[in-house]
């Protein structure tokens, strides 16, 4: 067996990433915890009442929950900033799509994950699939979701903090409290689907653990990322 580890994250990308999971999961427990309705809160009414008991009252809950999306907001601009480079690098890896073969990609992926080989080979496909770069076209989807839905977030909750404060009209607030919600909640399926990949698919555990040790086995790298692997499998 092979136990080469190939370097894949840094430290800086390794920090980033954790914090940005830790925030997107508060933010998504507050924010759940705002919506009083129970018809359309998708855990129902006893999750606001939880979160306004822990956090004391409703104005204090959707105090923290701004603030704390401000701050996670302010961390990242400073990121991006002070890796502008690193930045722009990842923006062009995970908007660069090939369509036939990402589309071929995820068609078989998901098939073979769900089915397994031998029920593609019914289908008449082969198990081959095609190679991949850096990220895989579903990391990519999740990549391009995250930052559009991300942006999208902030504006929305920076014109609803705004609002409350300056303007005298309801209308930019409650437009952007829709929005801000579809967003939320697309993200929120993204992420359930992202941390399921990632952590629970043993086919996905190596990826899991770079996130802590920023190496790879050199066959996983190999058998995923192959495309990735060829740039710099020869690299000290």
């Known amino acids: 067996m092979n136990n080469k580890m190939i370097h894949r994250h840094d430290k800086g990308a390794i920090y980033i990433h954790w914090f940005n999971a830790l925030c997107w999961i508060f933010l998504t427990l507050t924010g759940l915890g705002l919506i009083s309705n129970e018809h359309i809160n998708p855990v129902g009414a006893w999750w606001p009442d939880l979160m306004r008991g822990i956090f004391g009252s409703a104005e204090t ?3 923290v929950h701004i603030y704390v999306g401000l701050f996670w907001a302010a961390v990242f601009l ?27 990609w995820m068609v078989k992926r998901n098939i073979q994950l769900t089915l397994g080989n031998r029920a593609m080979k019914k289908m008449g496909m082969t198990t081959e ?93 190999r058998h995923h990322h192959e495309l990735w692997y060829q740039e710099v499998k020869n690299k000290p």
């Open 78 to 104: 400073i990121y991006i900033l002070v890796r502008f480079r690193d930045s722009l690098a990842f923006l062009k890896e995970v908007f660069t799509l090939s369509p036939a073969r990402d589309a071929v």
């Open 129 to 221: 699939i095609p190679p991949q770069g850096f990220y895989n076209a579903g990391q990519k989807i999740f990549a391009q979701l995250t930052v559009i839905a991300g942006l999208i977030l902030v504006v929305t909750g920076i014109i609803m903090f705004i609002s409350t404060i300056i303007l005298d009209s309801p209308t930019p607030a409650a437009w952007s409290r829709t929005i801000h919600y579809l967003m939320a909640g697309l993200a929120l399926a993204g992420l359930l689907v992202h941390i399921y990949m990632a952590a629970i698919s043993r086919d996905e555990r190596p990826a899991f653990k770079s996130m802590f040790s920023g190496a790879v086995p050199e066959d996983y790298a």
């Open 61 to 63: 809950l959707i105090n």
